[in-house]
């Protein structure tokens, strides 16, 4: 069976999320306090699967490169060269013409 509120609770943090990145605050504000009051959920509070903007170092042995990694192998076959076609043909010139 389909979680209803929790499907309400993703909509509304989409919603959320919207309108925090279009700049409205106070259209944020009103989510974040359904979301309090509703659904027990707090978006001031820092949430774990967001970066922290803690940036991972190298370990000190190891060189940092900036060479990107390789692109995946293709999933299918590259077309195939198109093949060169003959020229037209022509009908031969008979002889005394």
Same mark, same amino acid.
């Given at each position: 069976? %389909? /979680?209803?509120?929790? /499907?309400?609770?993703? #909509?509304?943090?989409d919603e959320?999320?919207?309108?925090? #990145?279009?700049? %409205?605050?106070e259209d944020a504000a009103r989510v974040a306090d359904i979301l309090r009051d509703s659904y027990g959920h707090d978006v001031d509070a820092v /949430?774990? %699967?967001?970066p922290t903007g803690v940036v991972e170092r190298p370990e000190t042995?190891?060189?940092e490169t900036a060479v990107a990694a390789?692109?995946?192998?293709?999933?299918? /076959?590259p077309r195939p060269a198109a093949k060169k076609q003959a020229p037209p043909r %022509?009908? #031969?010139?008979?002889p005394g013409e």
């Open positions: 069976m %389909r /979680d209803i509120e929790g /499907d309400y609770k993703a #909509a509304y943090l959320y999320e919207g309108y925090k #990145a279009a700049g %409205r605050d /949430d774990e %699967r967001e042995g190891e060189q390789p692109p995946p192998e293709a999933a299918v /076959d %022509r009908a #031969a010139k008979k």
